[in-house]
């Protein structure tokens, strides 16, 4: 019995580590936990003529964002921007914006090119993304059922067995958020063709424009995609609000 016991003490001792799968809401907690500490890491919002425009820009997008996706209309958004060269733009789950002035005037980004690189990365937030790919990691990797989340979390961008499993999921999630972010912003009011620009202008860029990763799509497949999409809804005059 004393064994028996033991046994089931260490079971119950397993199970209080597991990385059950991670909800939406544990996501969005643990990203705004994250998202206060890099604000207090950055200097913010520095720019008062830049962050009015990011933010009217993002403003926009938000509340078709909040159209689409109902769900997001509870989230508390937040946009700042920094100066940080090393940052370009994300939007973490629960709508957390943070975007790098200096990447988007290295590359000159109009309004609409602006509103095409936000587009993107709210996609990435509301179409669920993150829980999306730990998802894919748990069902692939069945180990790191057994390992805290915290672990879990960091192995998706570090850990390269994981991520060389997760690299389809991540290649088909950026493919998503170019094509869905370019019809938000378009539905949002930005013309179409004006949007695929800013794939044009990161295309032009970079240092190796054809060369993509098993998780990413190369520049100049992106740049392509984007025209065939803007291309599509001109060709067959469809208004945004068909």
Not at 62 to 71: E, G, H, N, V
Not at 125 to 152: D, G, I
Not at 196 to 224: I, L, N
Request: glycine share 4%; net charge negative.
């Amino acid at each position: 019995m004393a064994k028996l016991s033991q046994i089931i003490m260490l079971l119950l001792a397993a199970a209080a580590c597991r990385a059950a799968e991670p909800t939406q809401e544990e996501i969005m907690a643990r990203a705004a936990a994250i998202y206060a500490g890099r604000l207090a890491e950055h200097a913010i919002d520095l720019d008062a003529d830049f962050t009015a425009r990011v933010r009217r820009i993002a403003g926009g997008l938000i509340a078709q964002a909040q159209r689409d996706y109902p769900d997001t209309a509870q989230w508390a958004w937040e946009v700042h921007t920094t100066a940080t060269a090393e940052q370009n733009a994300d939007c973490m789950a629960g709508g957390k914006i943070l975007v790098s002035q200096a990447y988007v005037e290295r590359l000159g980004l109009s309004d609409a090119e602006l509103a095409m690189l936000l587009a993107h990365e709210i996609e990435h937030a509301a179409l669920y993304h993150n829980l999306l790919e730990y998802q894919a990691a748990l069902r692939l990797a069945p180990v790191w059922s057994t390992r805290p989340f915290a672990e879990l979390e960091y192995a998706v961008d570090n850990d390269r067995k994981l991520m060389a499993l997760l690299a389809d999921t991540n290649y088909a999630q950026e493919q998503e958020a170019d094509r869905e972010g370019l019809l938000l912003a378009w539905r949002a009011g930005w013309p179409a063709a004006q949007l695929s620009g800013y794939f044009r202008k990161m295309m032009r860029a970079s240092e190796s424009p054809r060369f993509g990763r098993s998780d990413y799509p190369s520049p100049s497949q992106r740049w392509r995609a984007a025209q065939a999409v803007a291309a599509g809804l001109q060709k067959n005059h469809v208004q945004p609000n068909d």
